[in-house]
Every structure is written in structure tokens, then in C-alpha cells.
């Protein structure tokens, strides 16, 4: 794995009797979008304000850069970005005015502004007071706020919280973009998983305070079983070809013409299709069959205690 | 440290608090002009004056609007969610803590300058003849504005630990109102703090007497310095630890 950006070693925060975080051990790496998944009280918030030095751990430490977080957080938090829950703004003041409020602790060029502003879209109300945005707009100006000191490392916790499905597509596309481009590294929480699948390149599962899975993306889906469902109009002669190459598939049980198979990778996939539509058997669909976080989060915490 | 400042500047810029600096000298200035003085009076008419005008505003308004401004510094952090983005940025809290004292005592200041101004124009439009006593008057306002120290120092803490409003306003309140009986008291008047603005706006203009209220400038200064200390450092303290 490359070269560890977020390091966090038992990170542990106790709120009353309760532990919020319970020895965390997360790895998030150079370049990664790390997905950190968890049901609502799972700790996501509290390990992410721990991450920001907004609460002090009860106990272990964090290593943001190689750099200790308690002892260098000025200097950490100057090369990080973030997006605590909801939106922070200024209502009384213009979206560009919240921008120049942060603009002037950071001290980077005024022309930044103008950059952030446009890549989250928002440069025509630039001028209009906060308080009569949408709460899509203030979540676009809480990201163009993280982007605003060119960080190395843009933590954003539940981004896509109220947006409605516009905003969260673009909301996405703007995460998934920033890696690439600026070889920023992205951690994003969020309690959808079938959100985290879309943008992740590393998966972190958090339930009652404990980290209970850390792996790529590609693991989590084998991890997870989905299967993927063919619709075909022979059903019984397309079971048979697929065993022929070695594929045990089994049958729906509502309808003989539905095929489950377990999980393959993309190429082995196209070549069952191709096999199937040479020998004339048309396939009607070929659909990922995935399951519910919450049947996940009950195999990964081995049932009973989870959410 | 001055680029927070000026952070928080443009914030405070397009907001309501400037208003509430010019409330208590312009009451204070409409006391003076209706305020007659008798024309054998004319060689004190400054002091009389002065102390017509300071002393509701050392009394009631001073504190009250100690409790105010320190409110007003904090609100819009609280009302926006602004503490977590702000001190996800690197700033110090240490830093945020002091320059928004900074701007609760500097406001104070601009008030006392403002009800210095009030006092000139009542004195130009009445046409005293006497005079300016410059040195009196200076020195009565600063003290004034550094007895609200501790006040400001408390009221700072209070703000920052409380998301409300009317919370720091109430304590501010509670506080305050004491005064008006505490202030004739020679026994507790000069240990409260809140009382301290007005006992040091006054005791300039009342020079005849040695003190105030027969205590020496030493039991004053002790009282502000030790209670200034006291609630500043508790109140930095907080800021320190405290969850966001």
C-alpha cells in the first residue's frame, strides 16, 4: 500500500459511559478516496472530529502526513480541508464574503475564491447572502470552503446529508474527480453504502465505535457476496452451458428462466454473456443482485449485535 | 493573530453590534443636554455634567453591554456551526479566544470614546465656559473600560460555553442589577466587580475625597486585577478543552 496519509493507532474516545470509539485503527493511504461506513451513532462524527483535533481521544493517537496530530496541529490542519457534518456559514454574509472570512486565516491568494467558487458552481450567487441558500448550496459552499487552502487532505463527513439526487450525482463526480486531478486524498463518510460504492477506492466499516472491516473496495465486494442475476429466455439450456465452463449456477426459484451466479470479475462476466449469446440464448438482463448494508454489517459482526 | 483578526472583522462589519455601541452614550448624552446647571455653578459644569452621564452608564449600561458585545462575538459561530469549521482551520485556540476579547474590550472602548464625544457636544451646545479637564475625564473613562475587564473576561467564557443567546444576557443581568444597591454599600461595593465601573468612572470626578467611599485605589485595583485573572484564565482554560 502506498504511503499512509491518515494513521490513526487505538484511537479511542469514551462520551460518559459509553465508548464512541473503541481502539480504531485506521490506514488511509496516499491518493485513496476512503469510504468510512457506518449506521448513524456508529462513532463516524466523533472519530472525524478526533481526526480534525476538534475533541481530544480519551486515549491513542492520530498521525495525519507522518506528523503527530496534538503536537503539530497547526501545521497538520493548514494542509487539511474539511466538512464537519453540516454545513457551517455565515447567513448575513455573501457566499464569497464566508470564502474571504476563511480566506483571510488560511492567507492564500484572493484569486483562489473565484477557483473554488466555480468548481463548486456557485460563482453567479457569489453575491447573494447565505442564509436564503438551499441547503444544497450551503453544502457547496461548505466544500468550496474545504477546497479553499488547496489541501492535501479533504476530510468531508456525510457531504452528500440533504441533497437531493442531482446534487448527491454531482456531489460524487466532484469527490471522484479531485484525486485525479489534484492528487488530493479524499476520506468521506457516509451510512450509504451503496454511495461509498460508487466513489471508494478503500472501504472502512465502523459499527458501535469499532472498526470492523479496512480493505479496498474490490474486497468489500467479495467480502460482501453479491451475486449477479441473468434474465434469459432458456433458462435450463443456459444452466447447463454455464456448468459446462465451470460455473455452478443456481436457479431463481420464482422463475427457471432467472439464473443466479456468484460474484465474477468484469472480463470473466462478458465472457459467460458472449458464451451465452453465441449459442443463441438471449439475455434479457444481467443485473448485480447486492445486499443490504445491514445484512452485511450482520455477517461482519457475526449477527445478533449489530446496528 | 491579525489575520484571524481581520477574519473576524469582516464578520463583525456588516452586523448589528455597531448599533449597540452608540446606544448607551447617546442616552447618556440626551441625560446631559436635559440636565440645567445653575449659573454659579458654571466653574464645575464638566464635572457636573460628567458625572450626570457616566453614571447610569457606569451603573447599568457599561456592564450590560459588557455581557452584550461578548455575547455578540460568539453568536454567530454558534448559530452557524461556525466553532468546528473555524477551529478546523489552523488557528490556535488560544489565538481565537483572545482576539475575540480583544474585540469585546476594543468595542468598549469605542464606547467610552463615544460618550466622551457625547459629553463635548453637550458641552459645546451649552456653551460651558469653563475649561476641559481633559485629565479627569481620561482618566475616569479608561478606568471605566478597564474595570469591565473581568466582567468581559467572564462574560466571554459564559458566551463560548453556552450555544444560546439569552443565557450570557441573563447572567449578565443577574450580575448587574445588584449595583444599583451594592454601589451606595461602602462595605461591599468596592469588592464587587460589577460594581467597579462605575465606582471607577466616578471617583475621578469626586476628587475632593480621598479613595472611594473612604477604600483606597489599592482594594480596587486588586479587586479588577485578581477577578480579571481569575475568570480570564478559567475562561481560556475552557476554551482549551472544550468538545466541538
Known sequence: MSEAVIE???????LGNKMAVDRLDLRIGQGEIYGFLGPNGAGKTTTIRMLLGLIRPTRGTVRIFGRDLQKDRLSVLRRVGSLVEYPSYYGHLTAYENLEAVRCILDVPRSRIDEVLSVVRLTKEAKRPVKGFSLGMKQRLGIATALLGSPELLILDEPTNGLDPSGILEMRELIKSMPKQLGMTVLVSSHLLSEVEQMATQVGIIAQGKLIFQDSIEALRQHSGSRIRISVDQGEAAWKMLLASGIQAEWELTDANR???????DEQLARLVKLLVHNDISVYRVEEEKRSLEDMFLELTGGGDSL | MWRFFRSELLKLRKSPIWLLVFVSPALSTIFGLGMRIAPEMEEMAWGMTYTMMAAPHGLLFLPL?????SAFVCRYEHVGGGWKQMLALP????????????WVIGLLLLTQCLLLAGLLAVGTVKGYSAAVPWDILVSSLVGGWVACMPLAALQLAVSVAWSSFAAPMAVSAIFTLPNILLVNSEKYGPWYPWAQPMIAMLSGAQQAEPGVLGVPPETLFIVILGSFIAFFLSGFVYFQRKMI
Not at chain 1, 490513526?8 to 469514551?14: G, H, I, P, V
Not at chain 2, 453591554?65 to 458585545?69: N, S
Not at chain 2, 490556535?92 to 476579547?101: A, D, E, H, I, N
Open chain 2, 91 to 102: 488557528v490556535s485556540r488560544g489565538t481565537v479566544y483572545v482576539v475575540k476579547f480583544v
Open chain 2, 65 to 69: 453591554l459588557t455581557g452584550v458585545l
Open chain 1, 259 to 265: 439464473l443466479l451466479l456468484p460474484h465474477e470479475s
Open chain 1, 8 to 14: 490513526t493507532n487505538q484511537l479511542t474516545k469514551k
